[in-house]
């Protein structure tokens, strides 16, 4: 009979397949442990319903259940039993799961050209090769596509939170200001210092007129030519400017009340008076001013040594008052001693 040999092929087959589909054979004490927990033996319970077994067992056995057929040794006999099923069906599907990717592996490598020509979503025409390379491009186009709409959802989000990041940077420069300004003033302090102990005394030079143009050899030439350029054209600090517009104003307000003082006479009478109160009326107005220019001072003036009080009217009249007394008294002294001089040169005269 021709059609034998393919009958018998077949049944090979089919055994083949039953053989695998069956499974590794397993040991008597496993299959023990199926008919204890009442499952089938092939394999092909579910981990559900190997714990639906062992917990309809467990509330029978279980000796705290409280039932009459609770027994311990039985119950330890149950819980041995549900252990090696479970370890013998995660072992089953772990071996059919590594067959099934070995069979799929086999497949893809036996498959047809078309079915690899067919394998790029059906992007392209030509030839495979050039399929391939179309492919490559789209996916570039599409990481690039990715790309661009990250950026836009980032400076989206950059732009939501632009005033809190504005915020925060605002508080870290002021911070970073803080501290250059602490330890200027430091470093300053302690210049301060040593110039108080007379360290800087004996040192080679003393008295000479510095070179604004001496080469420093820390300094790079670019720094060193903006210096040059700084002090040609007569730069000053902020800070320093500030200064001397409060010492010149200081010295103008001074003056006045000092000759103000100087002019009243004693007794004062009402018209010195008036004009008294005007001026002290007119300087309290400037102080304000000067007091508003000291403040701007304080805060650009890198030593705290050198920082400035307010100027108050009192202090400033009692001032005016002492140095008002001392002229006079000068006034005394020098038409005093002019006296002398003129007797002196009449008693040389006479002989």
């Known amino acids: 009979n021709p059609c034998l040999p393919l009958r018998t092929h077949l049944k090979f087959v089919h055994l083949s397949v039953r053989s695998l589909s069956s499974g590794p054979r397993i040991s008597r004490s496993l299959r023990e442990s199926y008919r204890l927990l009442q499952l089938p033996d092939e394999g092909s319970s579910s981990p559900v319903q190997v714990k639906e077994a062992y917990l309809r067992l467990a509330k029978l056995y279980h000796p705290d259940s409280g039932v009459p057929t609770a027994d311990a040794v039985l119950f330890a006999r149950v819980e041995e039993a549900y252990r090696a099923v479970l370890a013998h069906e995660s072992k089953v599907k772990q071996l059919s799961g590594e067959k099934e990717a070995e069979d799929e592996d086999k497949s893809r490598g036996a498959a047809l050209q078309h079915r690899h020509y067919l394998s790029y979503e059906g992007v392209g025409t030509g030839t495979p090769s050039q399929r391939e390379r179309q492919y490559r491009q789209i996916r570039v186009d599409r990481a690039s596509e990715q790309v661009l709409n990250y ?5 989206e989000r950059a732009a939501a939170g632009e005033g809190a990041l504005v915020e925060r940077d605002m508080r870290q420069r002021s911070r970073k200001i803080k501290i250059t300004q602490a330890v200027e003033r430091l470093v300053e302090d302690l210049i301060q210092e040593s110039m108080a102990r007379g360290d800087f005394r004996n040192l080679s030079g003393a008295g000479k007129p510095l070179n604004k143009f001496e080469h420093n050899p820390y300094a790079d030439p670019m720094t060193h030519n903006l210096n040059r350029i700084l002090v040609d054209n007569g730069y000053q600090p902020p800070w320093v400017v500030t200064q001397r517009d ?3 104003a ?3 307000i001074r003056n006045r009340l000092l000759d103000g003082q100087a002019r009243l006479s004693d007794p004062v009478t009402p018209r010195e008076s008036r004009e008294w ?4 009326a007119s300087v309290e107005e400037e102080l304000v001013k000067l007091n508003k220019l000291v403040d701007n001072y304080n805060l650009i003036v890198p030593m705290l040594s050198m920082q400035m009080v307010h100027f108050s009217l009192s202090r400033e009249i009692e001032c005016a008052v002492k140095g008002a007394r001392q002229r006079r008294l000068q006034q005394q002294t020098e038409r005093e001693g002019a006296r ?3 007797g002196g040169e009449e008693t040389i005269a006479e002989p």
């Open 250 to 252: 200081t010295a103008q």
């Open 340 to 342: 002398e001089e003129e």
């Open 246 to 248: 409060i010492r010149e």
């Open 277 to 280: 109160e005007e001026l002290c």
């Open 151 to 155: 950026r836009q959802q980032e400076h």
